[in-house]
């Protein structure tokens, strides 16, 4: 035997043997997980989620890595052992905008894990009821792209809705042409949904000219369409590709390098402070001028910082408008309970969202 195939060898016997320790380490995990829901079990409680719990634990294995995997690839493996942690505690359900394959459903398992059940439901409205009645633990619905800016039906939903914000999920979107076989002679039409469409317009202006562009329901049902049809391609992800058994065609076709869209985790659970917190707020001034320089004032006067604001119809009256503020801080940090307190002096009307752990990743 040569001193390679020697050094080989003798590095395999090591992997095997670090292997059975990983492996009893994460057994041992497993047994306080049940240990735990033992305990919450005798003590009546039904919350065995605590996302700011998971954020804490996530961004630690982020501090401490010091490769040569990526941050995000650790971050990633230690999200699936918490998963399967937390399904022995106690099975979620967790509904998504589908069908199978959505860049929803995606984001539900990176946010989650994939120890959890996943349910694909056909509208925004859907996914609310379905949490609200009960039926599942959690949802999860986009909210803003990064390049098309805010999804309206999910903000309209707050307005009626009494579910809350437990948690956001940023994932990098990557679009990819699939299409049954090989190549693109004898393709006819485009299908995706129309944000996947608008993300990918300076690519197909210039590679696709001739080929019609039609928009449906969602990703998923456009490689659907095609998985039928060989004279369609569709514009959707890696996992509708594996999902509907599509060639990738051409890959990574969005016009922005960065395309990221945010989607938001709603749920019936008060989020208790991670540490690297955002709340979101849903305001209504009063109807006269300088209303929004007033509702915003109090943010300022305490050093609030605001991620994001956005105003929608109420209606409720003509030309009468709400909005939607992200702020960076939980509701039980003393600035942000002061200001929002000036703000229920000020404001028609305030409605706390949710406090909730920021993206990790």
């Not at 509907?244 to 945010?262: A, C, F, H, M, W």
């Amino acid at each position: 035997m040569s001193d390679d195939q020697q050094r080989l060898q003798d590095l395999r016997k090591r992997i095997d043997g670090l292997d059975e320790r990983i492996q009893e380490l994460i057994t041992q995990r497993a047994r306080c997980a049940q240990e735990i829901a033992a305990i919450k079990h005798q003590a009546g409680s039904a919350n065995f989620y605590r996302p700011e719990r998971e954020a804490h634990v996530l961004r630690q294995v982020i501090e401490r890595n010091h490769g040569p995997l990526t941050g995000e690839e650790m971050a990633r493996l230690f999200r699936e052992i918490m998963s399967a942690c937390l399904a022995l505690e106690s099975p979620m359900t967790v509904v998504f905008l589908g069908p199978e394959g959505t860049f929803t459903q995606t984001a539900a398992l990176k946010h989650f894990g994939h120890s959890v059940r996943t349910l694909p439901l056909n509208a925004i409205d859907e996914i609310f009821r379905e949490v609200e009645s009960g039926s599942a633990e959690f949802g999860v619905v986009p909210i803003e792209n990064s390049t098309e800016g805010v999804v309206n039906h999910t903000l309209d939903m707050f307005m009626s809705s009494d579910l809350k914000i437990c948690g956001e999920v940023e994932l990098r979107i990557h679009h990819h042409l699939l299409g049954l076989g090989e190549g693109l002679e004898g393709r006819k039409r485009i299908v995706s949904h129309q944000q996947s469409l608008a993300q990918c317009r300076e690519w197909l202006d210039a590679n696709l000219p001739g080929l019609d562009r039609v928009s449906v329901a969602s990703n998923a049902e456009a490689a659907r369409l095609a998985a039928a049809d060989r004279t369609l391609v569709a514009i959707a992800g890696g996992s509708a590709s594996e999902i509907y058994g599509l060639q990738k065609l051409v890959s990574n076709i969005e016009d922005e390098p960065d395309n990221t869209t945010r989607f938001l985790v709603v749920g019936k659970i008060d989020t208790q402070p991670s540490g690297d917190d955002k709340t979101s707020l849903l305001l209504s001034g009063q109807n006269r001028s300088g209303a929004l320089v007033g509702l915003l004032e109090p943010l300022a006067r305490h050093g609030i910082n605001m991620t994001r604001i956005e105003s929608r119809p109420s209606r409720k009256g003509l030309w009468e408008y709400v909005f939607f503020i992200d702020i960076v801080g939980h509701i039980c940090d003393e600035n942000v309970r002061e200001a929002i307190g000036e703000l229920e002096r000020e404001a028609a009307f305030v409605k706390l969202l949710g406090s909730y752990p920021r993206a990790v990743l």
